[in-house]
């Protein structure tokens, strides 16, 4: 799990949107960013996480919010997967791991008991300065984006 707090000055990153562009984390200086870790596109907790957060969107740019998503899924994955559900913020391709690593959300995971290394679900909140303001890593995946709403600062 990441060791990152609130009030931490947001790791950099550079990375390739779905659609090939770059994108880092200097681009959203001066806007306020959800930036989502989830695990795999077309999953069924990722698709949900998705889709709350694509319904809630109106809700969360009215607050001021940019949204990014993270996983190590390819660009061609992750357009196929906005395609699919319509989903209108972009997705970073991180094969190798270099983002996912530097906000901590990689590390061992159990599922039906078995150990491997995954993505941890995580979500981060930052201010236009780029720092944390809030880290959700229990994330509701059906309920996603009231779950940000909620616990955002003012």
Known sequence: MTTLKVGDKAPEFEGVYQNGDTISLGDFKGSKLILFFYPKDMTPGCTAEVCSLRDGYAELQKRGYK???VSADSEARHQKFIDKY????????????TTIKAYGVWGKKKFMGKEYDGIHRTTFVIDEQGVIQQIITKVKTKDHAQQIIEGAPD
């Open 67 to 69: 949204l990014l998503g």
């Open 86 to 97: 319509a989903l209108p913020f972009d997705l970073l391709s991180d094969p190798n791991k």
